[in-house]
């Protein structure tokens, strides 16, 4: 058997990132497998439902790198086909009509709960005939389900689950307008898009109980279940916006890596031994849904930004640049010419030693972009004092001596020169820093140095002198 799974979202708000976990989940297990990864927009709720919010979650998973394999299906133009599955039912005996009004039915819920019993229907108009209602009464479609004994799910993740038949009643298909439930929608549309394997929150469990009566009155084939834990804060609580529930599109905007938000993402609910990092590739190879929790996972955001600085360092200079233009140009630096964008390169691996996000990096842009005379913070004031700027004043002549431009050349005649004046290496390093970067949390002296060349920080240099 070939394997198929599908994700699922409502258009109706932002892609939730335990969505986009539920969403990764699928496809590992598709492409660990060999088989398809579906899309299904599940837009039947026309007041909620956005273009916006479709996009969103088309343009969060293309940023995710989950490729769908098909063309997505919306739910919303498959009502002919529910309503097509509902009639068969009706006319197999599978369901029948029901002429409870609401009134009727509120009374019936009422009633249950007073008397300690599941308010679910009641059954009322399981077997009478339907010309027992007045004529043009308004009914619903409901399906007939198991009066006694279980229903059983093996479930990939959660094992056996169980649950009497006497706790299913018969819920509704259609409506009384003729619009086809949630139910019933999920089940046909996943029966005719192939689903095998049904993988979702563990939030949805309670459905797959509802949804085997329809596939066992539709004569259809159950599809395998997996419901993946749910996702909480930290502290253990309900996930929500000040764990970082926000949708994956501000997880991207805050300057996060799709490495970072991957991996973390894979390993909320799913582990390989010890590995902690885990790239995409070693994902679909190892993934495996027998390998899931069946309890809650916790996103940890200080993980994740450990996760982000780890991927920063590893990217190549150039691609880092390219990723991080969008920070460094929201920082007001909109025009840089090719010489500002060489030393951006070269002190990219600086930059990314010290930076967590990418919009850090947009931040630390400026110490290789920024012309003299700079503005200076009061903490590197402090150290361009009387002698800080005397050693400012040496450097001019020590610098300008290097013949070997390289961050360990620089470094050799900073070392050389602190010996000859019997200084320590901070006493030469922190005024430097200052007169080139005009702050002390800046990247190191000679790294800044290396990047803006020869020229370049001779001039600095020589502007700290002129305005002191």
Known sequence: ??????????????LHIGGVRTALFNWLYARHHGG??????????????TQEAVDAILDGLAWMGLDHDEAPV????????????????????????????????????????????????????????????????????????P????????????????????????????????SPTYMLAVCVDDHDMGV?????GDDHLNNAFRQAQIYAAAGW?????????????????????????????????????????????????????????????????????????????????????????????????????????????AEGWTDIDDEGLARLVLGMPAVADRAKTLADIGGMAKYYLQEPPIDI????????????????????GVLGAVDDWSEAGIKAALSGYAETKALKVGKVFQPLRAALTGAMASPGVTEVAFAFGKEKTLRHLQAVLAAS
């Not at 609401?102 to 679910?120: I, Q, V």
Request: glycine share 8%.
């Open 74 to 145: 919306f739910q919303s133009t498959q009502a002919d086909r529910h309503r097509a599955v509902a009639d068969q039912m009706l006319a197999a005996g599978k369901a029948y009509k029901c002429f409870a009004t609401p009134e009727e039915l509120t009374e019936m819920r009422e009633l249950a709960k007073a008397e300690g019993r599941n308010p679910g229907y009641d059954g009322r108009w399981r077997d009478r005939d339907p010309s027992e209602a007045p004529a043009g009464t308004p009914f619903v479609i409901r399906v007939k389900t």
């Open 36 to 49: 398809k990864y579906l899309l299904r927009i599940e837009d039947t709720d026309k007041e909620r439902s």
């Open 221 to 329: 084939d159950l599809p395998s279940f997996g419901h993946i834990p749910l996702i909480h804060g930290a502290d253990g609580a309900k996930l929500s916006k000040r764990h970082g529930a926000v949708g994956v599109e501000e997880y991207r905007d805050q300057g996060y890596l799709v490495e970072s938000v991957f991996n973390a993402l894979l390993r909320l609910g799913w582990s390989h031994g010890d590995d902690e990092i885990i790239s995409r590739e070693q994902a679909v190879e190892w993934f495996d849904l027998p390998d899931v929790n069946k309890g809650a996972s916790r996103l940890d955001m200080d993980k994740m930004l450990a996760l982000n600085a780890h991927y920063l360092k590893e990217k190549p200079a150039a691609d880092l640049l390219a990723l991080a233009r969008p920070f460094i140009e």
């Open 147 to 178: 009066s006694d004994g279980s229903t059983v799910i093996t479930d990939v993740v959660q094992g056996r689950v169980e649950v009497q038949n006497a706790e299913i009643d018969d819920f509704v298909l259609l409506r009384a307008d003729g």
């Open 377 to 396: 913070e009061d903490k590197a004031r402090k150290a361009l004092g009387e002698d800080g700027l005397a050693v400012v004043a040496d450097m001019v």
């Open 1 to 14: 058997m070939s394997v198929v799974t599908r994700f699922a979202p409502s258009p109706t708000g932002f």
């Open 196 to 200: 095998t394997h049904v993988i979702r």
